[in-house]
Nanobody, 123 residues
Framework: QVQLVESGGGLVQAGGSLRLSCAASGRTFSRVSMGWFRQAPGKEREFVAAINWSFGSTYYADSVKGRFTISRDNAKNTMYLQMNSLKPEDTAVYYC????????????????WGQGTQVTVSS
């Protein structure tokens, strides 16, 4: 199993920035990629970004492309999501997840999930 713990969420004004972190532990050798998802009240879970752990290849949802940057620190087993130019529409609970696939935007391709961290962007 892989344990994932998110941190860094909070309240920020529109146009501001936040950086989310996801610390991974356990049998991480079995995971190939990691990603971020978000879910707002009344909406379905939405893909945000994913990264291949070995090569650093990335993939972004159109809604965040150019504003968010996903990265990882292999030595620390930690993934990050730098969020700039935040909009009220970005308000959601953000989850990190791990997958056995190289890159995927599909939530059912992820087998490990964190508990989530709240991001609230005020207008």
């Amino acid at each position: 199993q892989v344990q994932l713990v998110e941190s860094g969420g909070g309240l920020v004004q529109a146009g501001g920035s936040l950086r989310l972190s996801c610390a991974a532990s356990g049998r991480t050798f079995s995971r190939v990629s990691m990603g971020w998802f978000r879910q707002a009240p009344g909406k379905e879970r939405e893909f945000v970004a994913a990264i291949n752990w070995s090569f650093g290849s990335t993939y972004y949802a159109d809604s965040v492309k150019g504003r968010f940057t996903i990265s990882r620190d292999n030595a620390k087993n930690t993934m990050y999501l730098q969020m700039n130019s935040l909009k009220p529409e970005d308000t959601a609970v953000y989850y990190c997840a791990a997958s056995t696939l190289r890159l995927s935007a599909l939530h059912y391709d992820y087998v490990d999930w964190g508990q989530g961290t709240q991001v609230t962007v005020s207008s």
